[in-house]
């Protein structure tokens, strides 16, 4: 058997892709957008490094003794393994707090520390120089919070006492954190290729000797934004988008494949079984998944039983107007006799006629009596009442036929049913078995069924018939009055409470073995 998957699983794997795309996207630009902020926190750690030791070297150059200059710093930074090395690892998140923009530094209530400003003028054409090539914001202050130096020339001699970067900085601590930015035209150092960005990463660096702190290196710059950070990779970009979309293609490609073909030919074959076109109506040939290659198996199966139907169907009405249309036209014309000639009639010759018609009207009661049973059996419920089957077959003793029952035989049919069923079936025995004939029916219990045989000791059924006899109509006995209806009614009716009837051949006559569901 060819395995196939179900929808369930093609649709779970479809989701699972989109998922993992979306996942996958979200994740990507989410680490862009982490990168682009630590590369600029990178950047401006390293500048700050190098500006904290030549700061650093400025001010020891001026100290007679540099173990009482300056702060005690209570935090130092963290250590990497070797003791002699005290690195600076980037660790900004694009989605860390975002503190709101400070309000512009006042002018410092107090004079700067001689030392440091003697120092920071020293580095000032450094400082500008470098502001220009990395487009950072750079400000050197002493421990007082004063700015000593800075490439925008306007904080000079104020101060950042209150900021919190500084004040932890000033405990020996290297400070990264995100501020809001507010455009502001004369922030020309700032602004540049990352101008639209609503972010700002501030770095504050303390320089520190001697477990004090000498002073403190601050650098702020914008980040590029992720949409310019894009448009610069757009190469790069371009052809991962062109592999996704490839992807995705290969999705809806696969997809088609496996359901959307199958579901078109499902549709053909659909109106291929409205049309009544039966080599259409046959399953498709490759339905890929379960669920469509069994619904294709049982719209075949749908088609082949409608069409059976509709065989039957045609061929009973047939039947049925065949078997109406001969004794309605016997009558028609013995009542077209006696209208026109009854005086020229004898008595005997008019009973005759009566005799005749009579015969026919009660022919074709038992043919309407047996249709309505036929027609009740195919509808019959499968939820059936249980009979008392050992009683019934009692029922058929009479002076022909000889009744073997085992006791308390009770099965899932109703008691009518059974009843009709095998009267039918000795009423054949009696009808062509012979005037001499025995019948005898012989009930017992096998299990999780009730069998019962009729059987005769008559001449038994041809070879030829043997095929045809449960067929509607088909009788032997048409001459004396039989309908034809009689086994297929059984049939019928057994069927539809999942009983049976076949035809068995024993040495001598007929026999019938009817099985049903013990109660």
Same mark, same amino acid.
């Given at each position: 058997?060819?395995?196939?998957?179900?929808?369930?699983?093609?649709?779970?794997?479809?989701?699972?892709?989109?998922?993992?795309?979306?996942?996958?996207?979200?994740?990507?630009?989410?680490?862009?957008?982490?990168?682009?902020?630590?590369?600029?926190?990178?950047?401006?750690?390293?500048?700050?490094?190098?500006?904290?030791?030549?700061?650093?070297?400025?001010?020891?150059?001026?100290?007679?003794?540099?173990?009482?200059?300056?702060?005690?710093?209570?935090?130092?930074?963290?250590?990497?393994?070797? !003791?002699?090395?005290?690195?600076?690892?980037?660790?900004?998140?694009?989605?860390?707090?975002?503190?709101?923009?400070p309000?512009?530094? !006042?002018?410092?209530?107090?004079?700067?520390d001689?030392?440091?400003?003697?120092?920071?003028?020293?580095?000032?054409?450094?400082v500008?120089?470098?502001?220009?090539? #990395?487009?950072?914001?750079?400000?050197?202050?002493?421990?007082?919070?004063?700015?000593?130096?800075?490439?925008?020339?306007?904080?000079?001699?104020?101060?950042?006492?209150?900021?919190?970067?500084?004040?932890?900085?000033?405990?020996?601590? +290297?400070?990264?954190?995100?501020?809001? =930015?507010?455009?502001d !035209?004369?922030?020309?150092?700032?602004?540049?290729?990352?101008?639209?960005?609503?972010?700002?990463?501030?770095?504050?660096?303390?320089?520190?000797?001697h477990?004090?702190?000498?002073?403190?290196?601050?650098?702020?710059?914008?980040?590029?934004?992720?949409?310019?950070?894009?448009?610069?990779?757009r190469?790069?970009?371009?052809?991962?988008?062109a592999?996704?979309?490839?992807?995705?293609?290969?999705?809806?490609?696969?997809?088609?494949?496996?359901?959307?073909?199958?579901? $078109?030919?499902?549709?053909?074959?659909t $109106?291929a079984?409205a049309?009544?076109?039966?080599?259409?109506?046959?399953?498709?040939?490759?339905? =890929?998944?379960?669920?469509?290659?069994?619904?294709?198996?049982?719209?075949?199966?749908?088609?082949?039983?409608?069409?059976?139907?509709?065989?039957?169907?045609?061929?009973?009405?047939?039947?049925?107007?065949?078997?109406?249309?001969?004794?309605?036209?016997?009558?028609?014309?013995?009542?077209?006799?006696?209208?026109?000639?009854?005086?020229?009639?004898?008595?005997?010759?008019?009973?005759?006629?009566?005799t005749?018609?009579?015969?026919?009207?009660? $022919?074709?009661?038992?043919?309407?009596?047996?249709?309505?049973?036929?027609?009740?059996?195919?509808?019959?419920?499968?939820?059936?009442?249980?009979?008392?089957?050992?009683?019934?077959?009692?029922?058929l003793?009479?002076?022909r036929?000889?009744?073997?029952?085992?006791?308390?035989?009770?099965?899932?049919?109703?008691?009518?049913?059974?009843?009709?069923?095998l009267?039918?079936?000795?009423?054949?025995?009696?009808?062509? +078995?012979?005037p001499?004939?025995?019948?005898?029916?012989k009930?017992?219990?096998?299990?999780?069924?009730?069998?019962?045989?009729?059987?005769?000791?008559?001449?038994?059924?041809?070879?030829?018939?043997?095929?045809?006899?449960?067929?509607?109509?088909?009788?032997?006995? =048409?001459? #004396?009055?039989?309908?034809?209806?009689?086994?297929?009614i059984?049939?019928?009716?057994?069927?539809a409470?999942?009983?049976?009837?076949t035809?068995?051949r024993?040495?001598?006559?007929?026999?019938?073995?009817?099985?049903?569901?013990?109660?």
């Amino acid at each position: 058997m060819t395995w196939r998957p179900r929808l369930w699983m093609v649709l779970a794997a479809v989701a699972v892709v989109a998922m993992v795309a979306a996942i996958g996207g979200l994740s990507i630009v989410r680490f862009y957008d982490d990168q682009l902020v630590r590369q600029t926190e990178g950047e401006l750690l390293a500048q700050g490094a190098v500006l904290s030791e030549v700061f650093a070297l400025q001010i020891a150059q001026r100290l007679e003794d540099e173990n009482t200059y300056g702060v005690v710093a209570t935090v130092q930074r963290p250590r990497a393994a070797d !003791p002699t090395l005290t690195p600076l690892v980037p660790m900004l998140r694009a989605n860390d707090p975002v503190l709101p923009s400070p309000p512009p530094a !006042p002018p410092a209530t107090q004079a700067p520390d001689p030392i440091a400003k003697d120092a920071a003028l020293a580095m000032g054409s450094l400082v500008e120089e470098v502001s220009k090539t #990395t487009l950072a914001g750079l400000r050197l202050v002493d421990v007082n919070g004063v700015v000593l130096t800075s490439s925008q020339e306007d904080v000079v001699g104020h101060s950042v006492e209150s900021r919190v970067e500084f004040q932890r900085a000033l405990t020996g601590e +290297a400070v990264s954190l995100l501020r809001e =930015r507010t455009p502001d !035209p004369k922030d020309s150092a700032l602004e540049g290729l990352s101008r639209s960005n609503a972010i700002r990463v501030v770095v504050a660096l303390p320089v520190v000797r001697h477990g004090r702190v000498w002073g403190v290196v601050m650098l702020l710059r914008t980040p590029m934004t992720l949409a310019k950070a894009v448009y610069g990779d757009r190469k790069s970009l371009g052809a991962t988008t062109a592999v996704l979309l490839a992807v995705i293609a290969l999705v809806v490609l696969g997809l088609s494949i496996v359901v959307v073909r199958p579901v $078109r030919a499902l549709v053909k074959q659909t $109106r291929a079984i409205a049309s009544g076109d039966v080599d259409g109506s046959r399953p498709i040939p490759s339905p =890929r998944v379960a669920e469509l290659a069994e619904l294709s198996v049982s719209l075949a199966s749908m088609a082949a039983l409608l069409d059976q139907r509709a065989k039957y169907i045609q061929g009973f009405t047939s039947s049925v107007s065949h078997e109406f249309k001969t004794p309605l036209a016997a009558m028609h014309g013995a009542i077209e006799l006696l209208t026109d000639d009854h005086d020229a009639l004898s008595p005997e010759q008019r009973m005759k006629f009566l005799t005749n018609i009579r015969a026919d009207v009660d $022919r074709l009661t038992r043919l309407v009596e047996r249709l309505l049973l036929l027609a009740r059996a195919d509808v019959a419920s499968a939820n059936a009442e249980i009979a008392d089957v050992t009683s019934i077959v009692r029922q058929l003793e009479q002076p022909r036929v000889r009744i073997t029952s085992d006791e308390a035989l009770r099965a899932k049919i109703p008691a009518d049913a059974l009843k009709a069923t095998l009267g039918h079936l000795v009423e054949n025995g009696l009808k062509h +078995a012979g005037p001499t004939a025995t019948i005898d029916v012989k009930a017992t219990r096998a299990g999780e069924r009730i069998v019962i045989d009729v059987s005769d000791d008559g001449p038994g059924i041809s070879e030829a018939n043997e095929t045809r006899i449960f067929e509607p109509f088909f009788t032997t006995a =048409r001459a #004396t009055g039989g309908t034809g209806l009689g086994l297929s009614i059984a049939a019928a009716l057994l069927k539809a409470f999942s009983g049976s009837v076949t035809l068995a051949r024993p040495a001598r006559g007929a026999q019938f073995h009817v099985e049903v569901r013990a109660a």
